[in-house]
């Protein structure tokens, strides 16, 4: 299956994962989260910021400002910069380049961070400049941003499968159940079947538990080689392996499957791990649906067979498939980019044994996966990587 | 099946009347060729010239061959429903206002797929039939309708959004003692108009047709002489919020160009007439026509120009009314501007000459007064904002895009 000639990420490795805990609404800018996020990183690691010389951001609130805008706002100086604007994917991205960077010694410590904030016009302002498809042919609909597009999606795979609300709910109640562990998750009642399903419509058939929070907040990593985290004395995680591809299968008249279809076979097999073999994972949960999609298009079932696999498996954090720990997106809240990181900075944590609270037990081998960009009728953006703590 | 409308009942005058909203405006540049074809009720696609695919949002290059000469071409309408979904809470004011608000997803049978209004009676994954419309900002958004007829077809509530039907409105066709205007009258009131004002100067002055505006079932006499401000005000004070359609059917038509007229006394008469006169229709009547745009099933929403078709190129034979033509062109885009954010549809008709007494002189072929009338109304229903009635202005219409030179020596004949 893997003909794949990519050279492996020997010795790359990922440390000191960093949430800034989220809040519904924020008078202060990106810039402060992200400044946060840093400040954080160079705590966590102990280290200073000059020792940071490579810079990786998102942000979809930063206004004017890319990455060359906050080396100078933060006062780093940096030989390796990139501003990465692939909405749920940015995280896997972010990974994948600074990953090849360190180990070229293009850069030595490279900084990941998402950051966004969350005024009152912020969701509203950020759909209308989405981007020119969106603006010429999904804006004046009133689609309101993803709701109505991803109902579209859900409601053509639902109905090509035979999926339930039911089936689609369990991901959400699970999650949920995660988040109650988590003491930064925004969400802090426990949701049953009954009120998902008696949830208000928001843009049939996705309802109000389907669909994420608008929040603040921020979530960073750093990625080095492995002998400058030793000399720091950082525990790290290994990165076994990346897929990232974009506007994937685009001759489907509907998104019934995402670019993880295209790759996953060179995932696993580039990390020399089955399926079967993880610990915890972490998908991009923008809408359940899109999770239970992942599930097929990641090798966990076959296409068709998402609802019958959420219905066979626990996915908490006690459970047999331990999935989106700290509550995920639709129970932690979207921080905008940082809803990209969400899931790869809680992997980290994962497989550190740093996860307190959420921790599985004995989690020693992770995959995250990332999903973005409805730039038109679906979502354009995939990717996920494969990581492994130092206990494997 | 969607239910027939009901005509509206008596406005409670304590109630404040919702205020217009409009639905996102910002489109790219090449994405206004929907615009241009739905002006006209044209449904175009960009197609490539190179490998013949259809391409739809619009694009700058082909997506299979990354040419960069796509062109909107005139494209076939057929489609499959392919998922539909109604937004309860969408968090633009104007959808939020509307909701539920339905869309879907449309596959083309020439191949692109279209984020689409849908008309309540479309089933997924039957045939659609689709166009571009003019929303209530002015801007092409594309719509689905079954492919056959259903009852009440234009009844829908949101494809009524989309257009002018005078079906249950009120209309005010400014000039009656014309045969355009009374055909107008006709037509509007066939059309289910509730009311039909039609404005005549010294109405105590006895006019050829009279009989076919007194004393009728929802036709109204009003006076109103358009050329005279306080005319036109005191009629407005009258009337004035209860005018959803405006025709505009002023005519004020004299041969002769410059040289063989002497002094500006006929010019000045066709400038009050015709070009002053809309000045004063449009500030009497604009203002509480744009505030009335989202009143309900009988809000303001259109304003119709009856203008030559030599307002677009110059007819010597005519040359000085072809001039005041020209001069209530350029005002209606002004107009189309101000009324725009009431949601209102400007619509000019270009006709060529009129089989009225005028033309007489002018060899045929000439537009009938009652084909004009037909062709307003069909307008309205369509919803569109440029409609040629008649061979002379369609003929006219294409010249002029083809070679504005040798249509201007041609008509120097
Ligand atoms: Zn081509």
Redesign the interface.
């Known amino acids: 299956m893997n003909n794949s000639q990519r050279t492996p990420y020997d010795g790359v490795v990922m440390a000191a994962p960093v949430t800034i805990p989220y809040v519904r609404y924020s008078v202060e800018s990106a810039q402060w989260w992200i400044g946060r996020a840093l400040s954080a990183l160079v705590a966590q690691a102990g280290i200073k910021a000059a020792d940071i010389d490579g810079l990786c951001v998102s942000s979809f609130t930063m206004g004017t400002d890319s990455g060359i805008g906050l080396t100078q706002h933060f006062g780093l100086c940096v030989r390796w910069l990139d501003t990465i604007p692939l909405g749920g994917a940015s995280a896997i991205a972010a990974l994948r380049k600074a990953a090849r960077a360190v180990q070229a010694h293009d850069a030595d410590i490279v900084a990941c961070v998402a950051g966004d904030t969350n005024h009152v016009d912020s969701?509203?302002l950020t759909?209308?400049n989405f981007s020119?498809?969106n603006?010429?042919?999904?804006?004046?609909?009133?689609?309101?941003?993803a709701?109505?597009?991803f109902?579209?999606?859900a409601?053509?795979y639902m109905?090509t499968y035979g999926i339930t609300r039911e089936d689609v709910g369990r991901i959400a109640i699970a999650q949920r159940a995660n988040a109650l562990r988590n003491p930064n998750a925004l969400m802090k009642a426990p949701l049953t079947l009954e009120q998902y399903l008696a949830a208000?419509?928001?843009?049939?058939?996705?309802h109000l538990f389907d669909c994420v929070m608008p929040c603040a907040g921020a979530e960073a990593f750093l990625v080095m080689r492995e002998e400058t985290a030793a000399s720091l004395g950082l525990p790290a995680a290994r990165l076994l392996s990346t897929i990232e591809r974009h506007n994937a299968f685009?001759d489907d008249?509907?998104q019934v499957r995402g670019g993880w279809a295209m790759d996953v076979g060179e995932l696993y097999a580039m990390a020399g791990v089955k399926p079967d073999d993880l610990d915890v994972v972490q998908t991009y949960d923008d809408y359940p649906v899109i999770t239970m999609m992942q599930f097929e298009d990641l090798g966990f079932c076959k296409k068709g067979e998402g609802a019958e696999f959420v219905r066979e498996h626990d996915l908490t954090i006690e459970g047999d498939f331990p999935h989106n720990t700290s509550g995920g997106q639709l129970s932690v809240g979207q921080a905008g980019a940082a809803g990209a990181y969400l899931g790869l900075v809680e992997g980290l944590r994962q497989v550190l044994g740093t996860a307190g609270p959420t921790q599985v037990k004995n989690a020693s081998l992770g995959l995250a996966s990332g999903f973005g960009m409805i730039n038109?009728?679906r979502g354009l953006a995939s990717g996920a990587v494969i990581f492994a703590g130092p206990s494997r | 099946m969607i239910d027939p409308i009901n005509p509206p009942g008596r406005k409670n005058p304590l109630l404040r009347t919702r205020l217009p909203a409009s639905?996102?405006?910002?489109?790219?540049r090449t994405?206004h060729g929907f615009t241009r074809a739905a002006a006209e009720g044209r449904f175009v696609l960009q197609r490539c010239e190179a490998c013949g695919v259809f391409a739809?949002?619009?694009r700058e290059a082909c997506?299979s061959c990354l040419s960069p000469d796509l062109v909107f071409v005139d494209a076939p309408r057929r489609g499959t429903l392919?998922?539909?979904?109604?937004?309860?809470?969408?968090?633009?004011v104007?959808?939020r206002e509307?909701a539920p608000?339905r869309?879907?997803?449309v596959?083309m049978d020439c191949g692109p797929?279209?984020?689409?209004?849908l008309h309540a009676d479309c089933v997924e994954g039957a045939a659609v039939r689709m166009s571009f419309q003019l929303?209530k900002?002015g801007?092409a958004?594309?719509f689905a309708r079954p492919e056959g007829e259903t009852p009440n077809m234009a009844d829908d509530r949101q494809w009524r959004e989309m257009t002018a039907d005078p079906k249950f409105r009120r209309a005010l066709v400014t000039n009656g003692r014309s045969v355009v205007g009374q055909e107008a009258v006709a037509a509007l009131k066939a059309a289910g108009a509730k009311t039909v004002f039609v404005g005549v100067s010294e109405p105590w002055r006895p006019f050829a047709g009279e009989e076919l505006l007194r004393g009728q079932q929802g036709i109204e006499v009003v006076t109103l002489d358009a050329a005279d401000e306080k005319s036109a005000v005191d009629l407005a004070a009258d009337i004035g919020g209860k005018v959803d359609i405006l025709v505009n059917t002023t005519e004020y038509v004299r041969p002769g160009g410059l040289l063989d007229r002497r002094g500006t006394s006929i010019a000045r008469d066709e400038v009050d007439q015709a070009y002053l006169g809309f000045i004063n229709l449009a500030q009497a009547f604009g203002p509480a026509m744009r505030m009335r745009g989202a009143d309900g099933i009988n809000n303001s929403v259109a304003w119709v120009n009856v203008l030559s078709v030599y307002a677009l190129a110059n007819w010597p034979a005519f040359g000085a009314y072809s001039a005041s033509q020209a001069a209530c062109l350029s005002l209606s885009h002004c107009l189309r501007a101000e009324l725009r954010p009431g949601g209102i549809k400007l619509m000019n008709l270009f006709t060529g000459p009129v089989d009225t007494e005028w033309f007489q002189t002018v060899p045929p072929p000439k537009v009938a007064p009652r084909a004009i009338a037909q062709a307003i109304v069909s307008g309205l229903r369509g919803g569109l904002e440029e409609i040629y009635v008649g061979d002379v202005a369609e003929e006219i219409r294409q010249r002029l895009a083809a070679n504005p030179k040798a249509l201007e020596r041609e008509l120097d004949r």
């Open positions: 969701f509203r759909l209308e020119r498809f603006q010429d042919a999904v804006y004046p609909y009133g689609a309101g941003g709701n109505s597009s109902a579209l999606i409601r053509n109905r208000r419509p928001i843009s049939d058939p996705i685009a008249p509907m038109y009728d | 639905p996102p405006r910002p489109r790219s994405s739809y949002p619009a997506p392919l998922a539909e979904t109604t937004a309860r809470v969408p968090s633009d104007y959808f509307r608000w869309i879907g997803l596959k797929t279209i984020v689409t209004h929303d900002s801007q958004v594309a």
